[in-house]
């Protein structure tokens, strides 16, 4: 199976997470102009599952180090299969939340307060869990992050003008993105306890190579969206509820978008994972989770959801991307150390 030999290359790695991460919110953008997320979200599902089956099959199983993958996942153990599993229900919990934050309050305030929340506490709970890297540096690296969030927070405060029910629209966003964060930032620990995170050439029987615990992870995934996601038709955030008729109705087209975005953020989770064996759970999660300063690009610069504010809200945005990027900085010279 394809391993990570460098810390250097497991880097990288993770900055195309963080890319993947931060872009899969535009195929839910896209999807939302004639699509409810309710429905976008079992393509989503459907993509991460798919494509976690394919890397399996093709990466996980090609070489000749590590355990292919069907071998791998016929000896892996209840308690592995159990974590991952719960990895993925938790996962999946915090990401309907996300997406409906995303469809209120748009990219740029929901990744940044959602993932960002997620990031400062799951660096904590995922550092604690597998130490590996410079606490201080890491630490400081989040500190800085976290006054990024801030400056996020400040500058979507200050849009401009609102309706009432755009105010009310927009607390209702918030709130969701915050609830995502929470729950967000313990589903990572749980994967990363189903791998041996010190050997992925010759992992401890019982233990998971970071394809079967991704594959396992989105068997948790799909299993919870019959819940989960159901609960989210027939109760929605916002509008009217919406049924599986209406799912079926779908066009090829309006169809593959979502799975586009499930294979985009599946993309990032599994070089994440894989990544993780060299630069630790902390620091490969962290980096995967400097994610909202791609989605807050994207939703400045191409959906235009900063469109028309003024100098002072332009200000507290370019200070967010440069605390978040010097964030980032200390947090990858923590993995040198």
């Excluded at 615990?213 to 955030?237: C, D, E, H, K, Q």
């Excluded at 060299?278 to 999660?285: D, F, L, N, T, V």
């Amino acid at each position: 199976m394809f391993i990570v030999n460098s810390y250097s290359l497991a880097i990288i790695l993770c900055i195309v997470t963080m890319f993947c991460w931060g872009s899969w919110g535009n195929t839910l953008k896209l999807a939302g102009k004639s699509w409810r997320y309710e429905l976008y979200y079992w393509d989503y599902v459907i993509g991460i599952f798919l494509f976690s089956i394919i890397m399996g099959l093709t990466l996980g199983s090609f070489g000749q180090h590590g355990r292919p993958f069907l071998a791998d996942l016929g000896q892996v153990s209840t308690a592995v299969v159990v974590s991952a599993v719960i990895g993925g229900i938790i996962f999946n919990g915090s990401n309907i939340l996300l997406s409906a934050s995303t469809s209120i309050a748009g990219m740029s305030v929901a990744f940044p307060l959602g993932v960002g929340l997620a990031l400062v506490l799951g660096v904590f709970i995922n550092y604690f869990g597998a130490p590996k890297g410079d606490p201080a540096l890491i630490f400081c690296g989040v500190g800085l992050i976290i006054i990024a969030l801030i400056l996020n927070g400040l500058a979507s405060a200050g849009k401009g003008n609102k309706s009432t029910v755009d105010k009310r629209r927009s607390r209702k966003g918030i709130l969701l993105a915050m609830f995502s964060g929470v729950l967000m930032s313990f589903f990572y620990r749980f994967v990363a306890a189903a791998m041996d995170l010190d050997n992925f050439v010759s992992p401890e029987p019982g233990k998971a190579t970071p394809y079967t615990a991704f594959f396992l992870f989105s068997l948790g995934i799909v299993i919870s969206n019959f819940l989960f996601n159901t609960i989210a038709m027939r109760r929605p955030v916002e509008g009217a509820p919406v049924s599986y008729k209406e799912y079926f109705k779908g066009s090829v087209s309006t169809h593959s978008v979502g799975i586009f975005g499930g294979v985009v953020w599946g993309l990032g989770t599994l070089l994440s994972y894989i990544a993780a064996g060299k630069a630790g759970a902390a620091i490969s999660y962290a980096l995967g989770q400097g994610a909202p300063m791609i989605a807050a690009l994207w939703g400045v610069l191409i959906w235009r959801e900063f469109k028309g504010c003024g100098k002072s809200v332009t200000r507290l945005l370019a200070l967010m991307f440069i605390f978040f990027l010097t964030g980032l900085a200390f947090i990858v010279a923590a993995g040198g150390n």
